[in-house]
């Protein structure tokens, strides 16, 4: 069995996470299954090698392809200035309609943290991925557009908005936000998870964020009633929390304590774009950045696994970074293949070599008594841990 995999080099320290990355991928799929199952890469062309090569920074024929596609995985983008993309992260994702960002978060053993009890920190997030912030619509302070807007507002809405302002505008639809939550329960009931937190901003935006709220407590009400149950109904005696998956909110600013205090007692977030952005990465510091934080955009059909850091341009060439971000997507993307056998091979080793102490310099330098080792033999070694 072979399986297609597109993938998308990156910019800046694209290449070399996946000159690490990729190779300790195969290994795990050769590893756990012979010669029986393999993985067939066919590159796409995005970023600053598309524009080097096409003239273009996201050539049709990517798109094209990715339409059609199963499974992806990429390095990270950067966007140039000045070359009209606002950012190709978010110009695939609402072109690919990529409206789930999912993003797991765990501790990794022997690695430093600001807290003192990371290992208690084991979450998804699962961020709404085309709205929000991402279809953003923003006028600068004392443009024409900004002054005709403000003028709108106050005087056919009645809107108290200060003359000189800038103004920005953030569509939230009933549509996106269901299928947000729909996707975040289902993913806890397939696994067996205990809850799904809805994390808003409502007692402030009461019809945005307010909104997102109350649809994702209308969802579990009319599409999984005898599955899931309201913190709500829990706590007024009124059901029984044996085998279903609890429904439950929380206000951004209080789950960003309860993330610090209390982080055993959640299991799935789902959010809005903002709020999840701050989330998972706050979340990612706790268990020792986001060279350990994979994730995925997902559509109805298309599975997209991005590392989730930056490109770092001064770290391009050097063989410094951290390619763990992007062998934890290929873990996240065995797993979604159900090749689980391969899947775990590869999570184990990377546990196995974290807790030896050989870490590249990101990690090296919160971590007493660790050895600092660079990209290419971290992949190595993971590999040979495998």
């Known amino acids: ?12 320290i694209g290449p070399d996470v996946w000159k690490a990355a990729r190779p300790v991928i195969d290994a795990a799929v050769r590893h756990a299954y012979g010669e029986e199952r393999a993985l067939e890469w066919k590159e796409l062309l ?42 190709l992260n978010v110009t695939l994702r609402q072109t690919l309609d990529l409206y789930a960002c999912i993003r797991p978060i765990r501790a990794f053993p022997g690695i430093a943290s600001p807290v003192k009890h990371p290992e208690r920190v084991n979450m998804i997030v699962f961020r709404e991925n ?41 569509p939230m639809t009933e549509r996106a936000s269901k299928r947000l939550t729909r996707a ?17 901003k409502g007692n402030i935006m009461k019809y945005t964020e307010g909104a997102f709220r109350r649809y994702g407590y209308d969802v579990a009400a009319t599409e999984f009633a005898d599955r899931t149950v309201t913190e709500a109904d829990l706590r007024a005696g009124k059901a029984n929390a044996a085998g279903k998956v609890i429904v439950r909110d929380r206000i951004a600013d209080a789950m960003f304590q309860e993330a610090l205090l209390h982080p055993e007692t959640y299991s799935v977030l789902a959010t809005p774009n ?16 986001l060279g350990l934080a994979p994730g995925v955009n997902r559509s109805d059909t298309l599975a997209f696994f991005e590392a989730t850091h930056g490109t770092a341009p001064n770290l391009a060439g050097t063989d410094r970074a951290n390619p763990g971000s992007l062998i934890l997507c290929g873990a996240l993307m065995l797993e979604h293949m159900g090749w689980n056998e391969a899947a775990n091979r590869l999570n184990n080793a990377m546990n196995t070599i974290l807790a030896a102490g050989s870490l590249t310099e990101d990690l090296a330098a919160q971590t007493a008594g660790a050895r600092t080792v660079g990209c290419t033999e971290f992949g190595e070694l993971v590999q040979q841990a495998l």
Not at 165 to 170: Q, R
């Open 1 to 12: 069995m072979r399986k297609t995999i597109y993938w998308i080099e990156g910019d800046g």
């Open 46 to 87: 995005a970023g600053e090698k598309a524009l080097k090569e096409t003239g273009t920074l996201l050539p049709d024929d990517t798109l094209e392809a990715l339409r059609h596609a199963e499974l992806a995985i990429k390095g990270p983008l950067g966007t140039p200035v000045g070359t009209g993309f606002r950012s």
């Open 130 to 170: 085309t709205e929000d912030v991402y279809a953003g619509i923003e006028y600068e302070a004392g443009t024409p557009e900004a002054k005709r807007l403000v003028a709108f507002l106050r005087d056919e809405l009645g809107a108290d908005v200060n003359a000189a302002a800038a103004v920005g505008i953030k």
């Open 184 to 200: 975040a329960i289902r993913h806890a009931l397939e696994h067996g998870l205990p809850s799904v937190t809805l994390v808003h």
């Open 274 to 289: 903002l709020n999840g952005d701050y989330l998972s990465d706050a979340l990612a510091a706790q268990v020792g950045g």
